[in-house]
C-alpha cells in the first residue's frame, strides 16, 4: 500500500512556481522520498530524490521537513509541459524494495 | 528518452491467446520491474527481477509469468488473456534495485 498522502489535483498559472504537497507521517528513518511523473500514458519519469536535506536538481526542487513526516516539490517555473500525474513515493533503497506508486496529483499548468 | 527500450509498442490479441512483452533495460541496469496500468487506473505494481533473479512480486496474476534472461532483457509472459488484461505495460530499469528507476514508453495491450 502507498504510504504517501497528495492532493488529487491541483492548478497552476504557467510561468508561475508550481508547489505539490506530499504527507508520509508514518515516514521511516531510512526511507527516502522520491518523485516521479507521468505525462498522459507516457512511462513515469523520475524528478528528485532525498533522505533529510533540501535537494535541487535541473528539474526541481525537493524541500523536507524537519521531522520528515512531509514534502513539497516545487517546479519554479511551471509551463504546460509540466501537466501530469505527480506521484510522491516513500521507499528504503534495498536490493528487494519494490517501488508502489499511489494516486498521485494531477496537476494541471493553465495558460 | 529513457534508455529503456520496450517492444511491440501496441499489440492487439483475442481472448484466449497468449503473448510475450519485451524489455531491454538501460546499458548497465541489472534490475527490471513490471507495472500494469488499466485506463485510468493506477500504475500496478507486478514484479521485480535483479540480476536474473526474482526480487519482489506484487499482485501478479498466475497467468502472468515473467524472466529476466542473462542478457538482462525482460520478458512478461501473459497467457489466457481476458478482457480485463487490456492495459499499458510499463517496465523499467535501474543500476541496482536501491537506485531511481527509469521507464520505458509501455507496450499497449488490447485484448478484444
Known amino acids: 500500500d502507498a504510504k504517501t498522502t497528495q492532493p488529487p489535483s491541483m492548478d497552476c498559472a504557467e510561468g508561475r512556481a508550481a508547489n505539490l504537497p506530499c504527507n508520509h507521517s508514518t515516514i521511516s528513518g531510512n526511507e527516502y522520498v522520491y518523485w516521479y511523473r507521468q505525462i498522459h500514458s507516457q512511462g513515469p519519469q523520475y524528478i528528485i530524490h532525498g533522505l533529510k536535506n533540501n535537494e535541487t536538481n535541473e528539474m526541481a526542487s525537493l524541500i523536507i521537513t524537519e521531522d520528515r513526516k512531509s514534502s513539497t516539490l516545487i517546479l519554479p517555473h511551471a509551463t504546460l509541459r509540466d501537466t501530469a500525474v505527480y506521484y510522491c513515493?516513500?521507499?528504503?533503497?534495498?536490493?528487494?524494495?519494490?517501488?508502489?506508486f499511489g494516486k498521485g496529483t494531477r496537476l494541471h499548468i493553465l495558460p | 528518452d529513457s534508455g529503456v527500450t520496450q517492444t511491440p509498442k501496441h499489440l492487439i490479441t483475442a481472448t484466449g491467446q497468449r503473448v510475450t512483452l519485451r524489455c531491454s533495460p538501460r546499458s548497465g541496469d541489472l534490475s527490471v520491474y513490471w507495472y500494469q496500468q488499466s485506463l485510468d487506473q493506477g500504475l500496478q505494481f507486478l514484479i521485480q527481477y535483479y540480476n536474473g533473479e526474482e526480487r519482489a512480486k506484487g499482485n501478479i496474476l498466475e497467468r502472468f509469468s515473467a524472466q529476466q534472461f542473462p542478457d538482462l532483457h525482460s520478458e512478461l509472459n501473459l497467457s489466457s488473456l481476458e478482457l480485463g488484461d487490456s492495459a499499458l505495460y510499463f517496465c523499467?530499469?535501474?543500476?541496482?534495485?536501491?537506485?531511481?528507476?527509469?521507464f520505458g514508453q509501455g507496450t499497449r495491450l488490447t485484448v478484444v
Open positions: 523499467a530499469s535501474s543500476v541496482e534495485a536501491k537506485t531511481e528507476a527509469f
Open positions: 513515493i516513500v521507499r528504503v533503497r534495498s536490493a528487494d524494495d519494490k517501488i508502489i
